[in-house]
Nanobody
Framework: QVQLVESGGGLAQAGGSLRLSCAASQSFFAMCWYRQAPGKQRELVAAITRSGSTKYSDYVKGRFTISRDSVTMSLQMNNLKPEDTAVYYC???????????WGQGTQVTVSS
């Protein structure tokens, strides 16, 4: 059974930084981070393939950086804004956009 373990969430001030990590129990071609704020739909934050190709939401481009090795993925979040407050989920799959397994989520709260 595939397991995804997320870590690194917490509280930050606007303009600050946090780093999220996700450890998978096996390697997948594609890995990503989604987030869901209260009352809003879950949205893609960033995705990365095994070859290193990346995709970012326009809301985080230039502020967040996704990286990975074979089984772990990180999201470096800089210049955080209150609107980045959400539960962040990691997900993995065999194709970008076809996310088969999801983590439990980690809370990120940014205060103004």
């Amino acid at each position: 059974q595939v397991q995804l373990v997320e870590s690194g969430g917490g509280l930050a001030q606007a303009g600050g930084s946090l780093r999220l990590s996700c450890a998978a129990s096996q390697s997948f071609f594609a890995m990503c981070w989604y987030r869901q704020a209260p009352g809003k739909q879950r949205e893609l934050v960033a995705a990365i393939t095994r070859s290193g190709s990346t995709k970012y939401s326009d809301y985080v481009k230039g502020r967040f950086t996704i990286s990975r090795d074979s089984v772990t993925m990180s999201l470096q979040m800089n210049n955080l804004k209150p609107e980045d407050t959400a539960v962040y989920y990691c997900a993995v799959g065999f194709l970008v956009g076809n996310w088969r397994y999801w983590g439990q989520g980690t809370q990120v709260t940014v205060s103004s």
